[in-house]
């Protein structure tokens, strides 16, 4: 009986003893480096770029996508309306995002005692979206939901902002921002 105990016995002991090492010395953390490249810079673009102007949004939508009967199926009545319905995703989805405006100084130019501004331009929007739920259609899953959201919500944004009368803003801000820079004697001219 004690022949058979002794395996028993060594095995817990070698147990206990790895258990001891293993968290004096191991990781305690809990966390792993996962290995990556050198952080390599890719481009330097030099920028001219004055921003004169922002406008912040936020909208919660339902976003919708789904598929239509393709080929043959196309010409069968109601079978657009059936492929649709089996194929629709759904997502409840929040966007906040801000659309600004301003001048590129770098097409700036002098005509004699002018400075002549190029014309306001808006950029593209910066949007953050958040899922908040999601419904897959029953035959097929967009995978590409929620970036098509966000350019839905860009679009939108931007849209809004240029109804909204960014532009004039816009010039209306540089010119205030450069007059400041060149000094009231300097004629100030903006194109377009």
Same mark, same amino acid.
């Given at each position: 009986?004690r022949k058979?105990?002794?395996?028993?016995?060594?095995?817990?002991?070698a147990?206990?003893?790895?258990?001891?090492?293993?968290?004096?010395?191991g990781?305690?953390?809990?966390?792993?480096?996962?290995?990556?490249?050198?952080?390599?810079?890719?481009?330097?673009?030099?920028?001219?770029?004055?921003?004169?102007?922002?406008?912040?949004?936020?909208?919660?939508?339902?976003?919708?996508?789904?598929?239509?009967?393709?080929?043959?199926?196309?010409?069968?009545?109601?079978?657009?309306?059936? =492929?649709?319905?089996?194929?629709?995703?759904? *997502?409840?989805?929040? +966007?906040?995002?801000? %659309?600004? @405006?301003? $001048?590129?100084?770098?097409?700036?130019?002098?005509?004699?005692?002018?400075?002549?501004?190029?014309?306001?331009?808006?950029?593209?929007?910066?949007?953050?979206?958040?899922?908040?739920?999601?419904?897959?259609?029953?035959?097929?899953?967009?995978?590409?939901?929620?970036?098509?959201?966000?350019?839905?919500?860009?679009?939108?944004?931007?849209?809004?902002? =240029?109804?909204?009368?960014?532009l004039?803003? *816009?010039?209306?801000? +540089?010119?205030?921002? %450069?007059? @400041?820079? $060149?000094?009231?004697?300097?004629?100030?001219?903006?194109?377009?």
């Amino acid at each position: 009986m004690r022949k058979r105990a002794f395996p028993y016995l060594a095995l817990a002991a070698a147990l206990g003893v790895g258990v001891v090492l293993g968290g004096r010395f191991g990781t305690t953390s809990g966390e792993s480096t996962p290995w990556a490249g050198p952080l390599m810079l890719e481009r330097v673009k030099s920028l001219g770029d004055l921003h004169t102007v922002a406008h912040s949004y936020q909208r919660v939508f339902e976003f919708e996508t789904s598929q239509d009967a393709e080929g043959m199926w196309s010409a069968v009545p109601a079978a657009s309306e059936i =492929v649709q319905a089996a194929t629709r995703n759904r *997502a409840l989805v929040s +966007a906040n995002g801000s %659309v600004e @405006a301003g $001048v590129d100084l770098t097409q700036a130019r002098w005509e004699g005692k002018t400075l002549v501004m190029p014309a306001p331009k808006v950029y593209d929007a910066n949007v953050r979206l958040r899922v908040h739920s999601q419904r897959t259609g029953m035959f097929w899953r967009d995978q590409n939901l929620a970036p098509k959201a966000t350019e839905s919500a860009r679009t939108e944004f931007r849209t809004a902002a =240029v109804r909204g009368g960014i532009l004039k803003t *816009a010039k209306e801000n +540089a010119e205030r921002q %450069v007059r @400041a820079l $060149v000094g009231p004697e300097t004629a100030l001219r903006f194109e377009g």
